[in-house]
C-alpha cells in the first residue's frame, strides 16, 4: 500500500545541513500492524510527519497504492486516506469534542459517536460539547486524537505515541481498539510510534530507527528478542526520571 523509497529529510541552518532520516526504504501492507520504536531522537516522528506531509522530504519518494504522492500536500494526502494522531495534539479553540469528530467523519450519526467516545474512555455526556481549548488535559486530548483518527477509517493510520498521557487501563483499551480496527484488516493497515514493551510485541512488524536510519525491521518474533532488553532498560531509565539517550 505505502512504498517508502530512499527517503531522506535534513534541515538546514546558518548553512550547515544536518540530517535528520536517510535513504529510508519501507514497505507497509494492508492488514497489518507496524511498531515503528528506537532512541529519542532518532528521527522516528520526523518519518511520520514526512509520511503525512507535513515536513517535506529533500529526497526519495512516497508511492500510495503506486501512485508517487511526493508533491502532495497534507490535505491531499489525507483526502487519499492518511490520518496522523500527534503525540501532542492540537488545541482548537471554539470548536467543541463533537465538531471535531463530525468534522473527521460527517457520516457518523450522533449514536456511533457516543459509542466511539466511550470506547476510548471519555463519557459522551461529560464530553460533547467541552471546547477543544486549553480546559482538556493532555491524557483527554490524547484520546480525542485518537477518536478523531479511528472515525475517519483511514488506509493508513499513523499513531504517534498513543500512550503518552493516558492512563493504564485506557492504554490497554486503546491498543485493542487498534489492534481490532487494523490487524488482519484487507482495507486498512496502522503504524505505532512506541517505546511500549505492551504493544510492540503484538505488532505484526517491528521497524527500529537509529540515527535516522533503518536499523532492524521484520516480523516481531525476529526483532522483539534483538531490542526487548534495550527496551526495559529505557522503561525502568524513565520511571527512576533518568534521561534516555
Same mark, same amino acid.
Given at each position: 500500500?505505502?512504498?517508502?523509497?530512499?527517503?531522506?529529510?535534513?534541515?538546514?541552518?546558518?548553512?550547515?545541513?544536518?540530517?535528520?532520516?536517510?535513504?529510508?526504504?519501507?514497505?507497509?501492507? %494492508?492488514?497489518?500492524? @507496524?511498531? +515503528?520504536?528506537?532512541?529519542?531522537?532518532?528521527?522516528?516522528?520526523?518519518?511520520?510527519?514526512?509520511?503525512?506531509?507535513?515536513?517535506?522530504?529533500?529526497?526519495?519518494? +512516497? @508511492?500510495?497504492?503506486?501512485?508517487? +504522492?511526493?508533491?502532495?500536500?497534507?490535505?491531499? %494526502?489525507?483526502?487519499?486516506?492518511?490520518?496522523?494522531?500527534?503525540?501532542?495534539?492540537?488545541?482548537?479553540?471554539?470548536?467543541?469534542?463533537?465538531?471535531?469528530?463530525?468534522?473527521?467523519?460527517?457520516?457518523?450519526?450522533?449514536?456511533?459517536?457516543?459509542?466511539?467516545? %466511550?470506547?476510548?474512555?471519555?463519557?459522551?455526556?461529560? @464530553?460533547?460539547? %467541552?471546547?477543544?481549548?486549553?480546559?482538556?488535559?493532555?491524557?483527554?486530548?490524547?484520546?480525542?486524537?485518537?477518536?478523531?483518527?479511528?472515525?475517519?477509517?483511514?488506509?493508513?493510520?499513523?499513531?504517534?505515541?498513543?500512550?503518552?498521557?493516558?492512563?493504564?487501563?485506557?492504554?490497554?483499551?486503546?491498543?485493542?481498539?487498534?489492534?481490532?480496527?487494523?490487524?488482519?484488516?484487507?482495507?486498512?493497515?496502522?503504524?505505532?510510534?512506541?517505546?511500549?514493551?505492551?504493544?510492540?510485541?503484538?505488532?505484526?512488524?517491528?521497524?527500529?530507527?537509529?540515527?535516522?536510519?533503518?536499523?532492524?525491521?521484520?516480523?516481531?518474533?525476529?526483532?522483539?528478542?534483538?531490542?526487548?532488553?534495550?527496551?526495559?532498560?529505557?522503561?525502568?531509565?524513565?520511571?527512576?526520571?533518568?534521561?534516555?539517550?
Amino acid at each position: 500500500m505505502l512504498h517508502l523509497e530512499n527517503l531522506s529529510f535534513s534541515v538546514h541552518n546558518n548553512g550547515d545541513s544536518k540530517q535528520i532520516i536517510s535513504d529510508i526504504n519501507l514497505d507497509i501492507k %494492508r492488514g497489518k500492524l @507496524y511498531g +515503528i520504536t528506537g532512541p529519542n531522537g532518532g528521527g522516528k516522528t520526523t518519518l511520520a510527519k514526512v509520511i503525512m506531509g507535513i515536513l517535506t522530504h529533500t529526497a526519495g519518494h +512516497i @508511492y500510495l497504492d503506486g501512485e508517487d +504522492i511526493s508533491d502532495k500536500n497534507i490535505t491531499e %494526502r489525507a483526502n487519499l486516506g492518511i490520518a496522523y494522531a500527534f503525540q501532542q495534539p492540537p488545541r482548537f479553540k471554539g470548536l467543541t469534542v463533537e465538531d471535531l469528530v463530525k468534522i473527521a467523519q460527517p457520516k457518523l450519526s450522533n449514536l456511533s459517536v457516543r459509542k466511539r467516545m %466511550r470506547d476510548v474512555g471519555l463519557c459522551p455526556e461529560d @464530553y460533547l460539547d %467541552r471546547d477543544m481549548g486549553s480546559g482538556l488535559s493532555g491524557g483527554e486530548m490524547k484520546r480525542i486524537e485518537i477518536l478523531q483518527v479511528l472515525a475517519r477509517n483511514a488506509k493508513l493510520a499513523i499513531f504517534d505515541e498513543p500512550e503518552a498521557g493516558v492512563d493504564l487501563w485506557t492504554i490497554q483499551r486503546l491498543v485493542d481498539i487498534i489492534v481490532g480496527k487494523y490487524q488482519n484488516n484487507p482495507e486498512a493497515a496502522a503504524v505505532l510510534i512506541t517505546h511500549n514493551r505492551n504493544i510492540l510485541p503484538i505488532c505484526d512488524e517491528i521497524v527500529v530507527i537509529e540515527e535516522g536510519r533503518i536499523k532492524h525491521h521484520g516480523h516481531r518474533d525476529e526483532i522483539w528478542p534483538i531490542i526487548r532488553d534495550d527496551i526495559v532498560c529505557q522503561v525502568q531509565d524513565t520511571c527512576r526520571g533518568e534521561e534516555i539517550i
